[in-house]
Each structure stands twice: as C-alpha cells, then as structure tokens.
C-alpha cells in the first residue's frame, strides 16, 4: 500500500518500518540533503561536548558567540542575526508577524510548512501560482506580483529549483508590508550568493531573510537555522520564543562549523561543485528516459514529470529501496511529480537503475 503524502521529505524510520527493512538500506532521495560524511569540525565538535560542559551546561539563552560568527560570515550587526531551531522554528515567528500585517501571497507550487506556520495565527493566506514550465537560464525573473499585503519568497524555489535573480526581487520591496526570503538552499547553489537579498536588510526594515545549516551539512537532526532582519523585529521574536529554542550541541556545531572561514569556504566550494557536476549529469540521464520530463534547477534537487500518475511509480522505487519525495503535499502539484535529492554518483546511478528497470 502506498503511504500517505507527507508535508517534509525525509522520513526515512518511517518508510523502512513501513517496508519491513531497516533504515539504513533505504537511498533516501526524498530529502535534500548534502551527501557528503559529517565535516572534521563537526565531528571534532560533537567530540568534545562529550568531555566538556556543553551538555551539562543549559544552553547561552543570548547565543552571542554563534551570532557573531554568523553576523561575521554576512557582514552585518549581530543585533540583526537570530538563530532559531532549524528554519520551521523561525517561520511560526515570521508568520505571527506576517498575520498582524494582513493577507501572505504564496507562490504556488511552494514549501507548505509557511502555510503551515501562518495556521498557527489563523492568519490570510493566498495562493500565487506559479508557470509551470521555464527554461534552463539561471537566475531568472521572478514571475509574480500580488494585491498581497506580505510576500513568501524561495529562493532557489522549492520545489522547482529556479533562481530567481536579486534584480527582480529587490523593487519587491517597495510594493509589500514585509518580505520573508527563505534562502534555505541558496548557499549550495553555484554562484548563488550573487543573488542573496541579506545585504538588503539593513536598509529594509520590512525584509526579513531565513537560512538554514541543515541542507548545507545535512544536519536535519541537530536543527539550526537564523534569521537576520532588523534588531527591533528579532528582539520581539526573541520574547515570543522558548526559553531555550536552541540546544547546547547545535549552538556549538554552529560556532564551530562558521568560525574558520577559510574550512568554510572550502566546504560550500565543495557542495558547489558537487551540484553543479551532479545536477547537469542527472538532467541528462532523465531526459532519456521514457514516460517522464526532468525539469531545470539550479538546487539539489530535480523536478520530474510523468504522463501518467508517478505515486505507483514511487511506491515500486520504494520496495527497491529508493525514496522519492512525493509531490502530492505541493498545491499546483499532485500525483504527476515527484522530486529528487541529489546524491554521489553511486547513489545517482542507483536511482537511474531502478528508473530504467521499472520504465520499460
């Protein structure tokens, strides 16, 4: 029996008890994960809290030290950085600013934990539906203008992968109360950084820009995110939050991971390069296979298309022990998609293996 659609990717316990295997002989695919081990300074910091105080200790409530390295990485005032337990956290706080503001416009296909996150304040939403079809040239032009009162961007867009160009997005600001960029994916993206809204914040009170650790280093598990907007704004998400949002291991991996910038840099050259070499590798694959369409990206992530309904097809991707993420949770989607994590070669193969074997 196939499962039902889940709002993340990911769920990879859940899908091996569901199968009767255990998880990790699962490719998941259906998260967006980077494939790469865990990097020596994660590994080293993980080391040491064993040894130190840092699971002792409750966690520093002000996280100064992780927002000075953060604020150091983006050149900004630390009064402007929020870190948050992973990006969803950061959205519930977005969203109770976005309902005092009135009506959020959506692009559609789009990430549903932000319609999730405004249910939490009974704030309006609406659908903005996106074209979908688009040519392979990145950045591209952000498509959409509403008569909404807050804009939803993602840049690159989840889950199609565009880019869309910092050009097309900055007048946005002029046109809405407040703008929350989710730039969840953006440092994986080749040359993305051109296209960054988070030097915009200083002169834009109604910008607020979310980002995430977890894509970048596959820290799902550990949940860290931040948000940089103006100090009046993080201040007041501050008094709405928990006490102590942020475990001790996620603040200190996070310290360790931004602090040495020249390892950081390395690493995001990596992961670059990694989806630049992969994602026009596996592009090409799909195209030649029959029955479905690979759309461009400029994430981690492909999105395909089938002529007919894809959720037989995932479901036997499944029993071969392949995990794709179910589109059905997107509006504007349904049972045609699915989306595909990026993997190492060996893992893309296998994906392609099982493609080729039930598309005949």
Known sequence: MSSAPSLHGGNRIDEAQRLGCRPEQLLDASASLVPFPPSRALQGCLRRALTDNTLRDYPDRSHQRLRDVISNWHGVDPLMVLPGNGAAELFTWAARDAASEGVSGLPSPGFADYGRALRCWQACQQ??????????????????????????????????????????????????????????????VPDGERQSLVSLVVNHPNLVVIRSLTKLFALAGLRLGYAIGTPERLQRWQQWRDPWPLNGLAIAAGIALMADRPAFERWIARVQGWVAQEGLWMQTQLRCLPGIRSYPSAANFLLIRGDVSLVPLRERMAHRRVLLRDCRSFAELGERWLRIGLQQRSANRRILAAFKALLR
């Open 127 to 188: 659908a903005l539906p996106l074209p979908l079809s688009w040519s392979g040239e990145m950045p591209q032009p952000f498509p959409l203008l509403s008569n909404s009162d807050v804009l939803w961007i993602t840049n690159p867009h989840n889950p199609t992968g565009q880019l869309w160009s910092r050009a097309s997005l900055e007048p946005l600001l002029a046109r809405y109360q407040l703008v929350i960029c989710d730039e969840a994916f953006l440092p994986l």
